[in-house]
């Protein structure tokens, strides 16, 4: 059995196998709601724990698109992660296989999964940046964090996310009942909805989104990068990264990576605008 994995709530086995996935941030839900209503996903936002927050997809455009559900909360999180201080992190699941990617920044995303019967396909090395990102015990938690990268026949997919969470719960996350791996995607909702912080997100417009997100970002460590030759730097970047970014998306038919592109895009623009705004009303 994976390390800790009894530390977190049996999911239920009539829920277990169909695609679903969460979205967890470092961060309160009233910075991560500004960041969120970019993406122009329908979600539902909670807290899970003094310093973090969960996502839950409403829509399910893996069942759909024809885009797998990794490739798809890769995107969002990266989209969720590039102009924030704080990490994304999407734990993900389906009949095959279940993992994680976790997103920091402009900052390279980092991923791990395992086949449905437990079997790791990732690097070791992943695991050790998942922890450093995160600011993980490098002793206690590694030592975790490593039995999950050794083959284990008592432990499936499900139990090594269990693990993984459990190990997560020692820095502060504690997920509310019933929003688990294992169940589907509706399962995942209806636990959602049954909170009473549970706030719904969606699009609201771009001038409202655009608006929420840069006072949010103000009230950060971000701040002095919003004006000056920091602000038009790191404007730049966001342009030159987002472009190719966007394009490989549309190739590659992957709408999540088409979000983190466009919003990568977007903040760019926006972030000249903002700062040439703030800079004539100095």
Request: with cysteine.
């Given at each position: 059995?994976?390390?800790?994995?009894?530390?977190?709530?049996?999911?239920?086995?009539?829920?277990?196998?169909?695609?679903?996935a969460?979205?967890?941030?470092?961060?309160?839900?009233?910075?991560?709601?500004?960041?969120?209503?970019?993406?122009?996903?329908?979600?539902?936002?909670?807290q899970?724990?003094?310093?973090?927050?969960?996502?839950?997809?409403?829509?399910?455009?893996?069942?759909?698109?024809?885009?797998?559900?990794?490739?798809?909360?890769?995107?969002w999180?990266?989209?969720?992660?590039?102009?924030?201080?704080?990490?994304?992190l999407?734990?993900?699941?389906?009949?095959?296989?279940?993992?994680?990617?976790?997103?920091?920044?402009?900052r390279?995303?980092?991923?791990?999964?395992?086949?449905?019967?437990?079997?790791?396909?990732?690097?070791?090395?992943?695991?050790?940046?998942?922890?450093?990102?995160?600011?993980?015990?490098?002793?206690?938690?590694?030592?975790?964090?490593?039995?999950?990268?050794?083959?284990?026949?008592?432990?499936?997919?499900?139990?090594?996310?269990?693990?993984?969470?459990?190990?997560?719960?020692?820095?502060?996350?504690?997920?509310?009942?019933g929003?688990?791996?294992?169940?589907?995607?509706?399962?995942?909702?209806?636990?959602?909805?049954?909170?009473?912080?549970?706030?719904?997100?969606?699009?609201?417009?771009?001038?409202?989104?655009?608006?929420?997100?840069?006072?949010?970002?103000?009230e950060?460590?971000?701040?002095?990068?919003?004006?000056?030759?920091?602000?038009?730097?790191?404007?730049?970047?966001?342009?030159?990264?987002?472009?190719?970014?966007?394009?490989?998306?549309?190739?590659?038919?992957?709408?999540g990576?088409?979000?983190?592109?466009?919003?990568?895009?977007?903040?760019?623009?926006?972030?000249?605008?903002?700062?040439r705004?703030?800079?004539?009303?100095?």
């Amino acid at each position: 059995m994976s390390p800790d994995a009894s530390a977190v709530p049996d999911a239920d086995p009539a829920h277990a196998g169909a695609a679903a996935a969460l979205l967890l941030c470092r961060a309160q839900p009233a910075a991560v709601a500004s960041a969120a209503q970019l993406l122009r996903e329908r979600m539902l936002l909670a807290q899970a724990g003094p310093e973090w927050s969960v996502l839950v997809p409403e829509g399910t455009p893996w069942l759909h698109g024809g885009e797998p559900v990794d490739r798809v909360l890769g995107g969002w999180a990266a989209a969720l992660a590039v102009g924030a201080p704080w990490p994304a992190l999407a734990l993900w699941w389906d009949e095959d296989r279940s993992g994680y990617t976790l997103a920091s920044g402009f900052r390279r995303t980092v991923g791990y999964e395992w086949l449905a019967n437990g079997t790791p396909l990732g690097q070791d090395e992943a695991m050790r940046t998942f922890a450093a990102r995160l600011g993980l015990d490098p002793v206690l938690d590694m030592q975790s964090l490593d039995a999950l990268t050794r083959t284990d026949t008592e432990a499936d997919a499900r139990a090594r996310l269990l693990g993984l969470i459990a190990v997560l719960t020692r820095a502060g996350l504690t997920l509310p009942p019933g929003l688990i791996p294992g169940r589907t995607a509706h399962s995942l909702r209806e636990a959602a909805r049954t909170r009473p912080d549970a706030r719904q997100i969606e699009w609201p417009g771009r001038r409202v989104a655009v608006r929420d997100h840069f006072d949010a970002v103000a009230e950060t460590r971000l701040a002095p990068w919003l004006q000056g030759p920091k602000a038009r730097a790191l404007s730049a970047a966001q342009l030159a990264t987002g472009l190719p970014l966007a394009l490989w998306g549309v190739r590659h038919r992957s709408a999540g990576w088409v979000a983190a592109g466009s919003l990568l895009l977007i903040h760019g623009v926006l972030g000249l605008a903002y700062d040439r705004m703030r800079t004539r009303d100095d």
